[in-house]
């Protein structure tokens, strides 16, 4: 397990910077008729023009800078000429890295004039997110982060995707642990001072089974129903946690 030093957390901090940055730009473009390879093509410009990588493009072999979701596609969405229609929730999820150190944000996006039921999917989903990083602190357990996400999203009424998880982060994109969004309390690795974890729920309106595409990226529903997906890079602290994907 790799704990970073000050040094190490300040440029993940910086590349986190750049990545909310990047998601903030994004806002104003969630419309209908935009296309998620023009979004892909802001976003990867966004980045480079902020002298770092958009670390997704290439990353075994995927054709993009971004992982866009529409609808029931969880995760790893390929962008392409399809356009945002009125109603439509987006989920866009990528990394930056800047000198040699990544950071990992999601955020979900109403396109329009999203559905109560949907928008209220939305606000839970980022609500079970905050209810995870609650419980992180020096000391805790991996296991108390995805029982504080499971409850709070089924006393919400959504299903958690379990085959799918947050995970390590640092100089690499994917870096032990694994960090699952259900669990026990009290169970798992405890966690230490100075590690940098992506914790990311994703969380279905039916229910929690998904499956792969043809394309061998893009994860959906089994059952069509829309999924939520947000996503925070964040390092332990002594008494708590603090956010690297922010201003």
């Known amino acids: 397990m790799n704990i970073k030093s000050e040094r ?3 440029l993940m901090k910086e590349a986190g910077r750049i990545n909310y940055l990047a998601h903030k730009e994004m806002e104003k473009y969630m419309v209908p008729g935009m296309t998620t390879k023009m979004l892909d093509k802001k976003i990867h410009d966004f980045v480079i023009q902020h002298d770092a990588y958009p670390s997704c493009l290439g990353y075994e072999g995927f054709p993009a800078s971004a992982c866009i979701c529409i609808n029931d596609e969880v995760v790893h969405g390929i962008p392409s000429n399809r356009k945002l229609k009125d109603g439509d929730i987006v989920k866009l999820d990528f990394t930056v890295r ?7 944000m999601t955020r979900t996006y109403l396109v329009g004039n999203v559905s109560p039921q949907i928008k209220q999917m939305v606000l839970d989903t980022e609500e079970a997110l905050y209810a995870g990083l609650r419980v992180i602190k020096s000391g805790a357990r991996i296991g108390d982060i995805g029982h ?10 959504l299903s958690v995707v379990e085959d799918l998880v947050g995970h390590g982060i640092g100089t690499k994109m994917h870096e032990d642990p ?8 009290n169970t798992g690795l405890v966690l230490k001072e100075g590690m940098t974890l992506a914790i990311e729920p994703m969380l279905n309106l039916g229910k929690k089974e998904v499956v792969l595409l043809d ?8 059952d069509g129903s829309p999924s939520c997906h947000f996503e925070h890079t964040i390092v332990v602290t002594k008494d708590g946690y603090e956010i690297l994907t922010g201003e």
């Open 8 to 10: 190490e957390i300040a």
């Open 98 to 104: 800047k000198a040699g150190y990544e950071s990992d």
């Open 148 to 157: 504080a996400i499971e409850s709070y999203a089924h006393a919400h009424g």
């Open 178 to 185: 694994e960090v699952p969004n259900f669990g026990k309390e």
């Open 215 to 222: 394309n061998d990226w893009t994860v959906v529903t089994e």
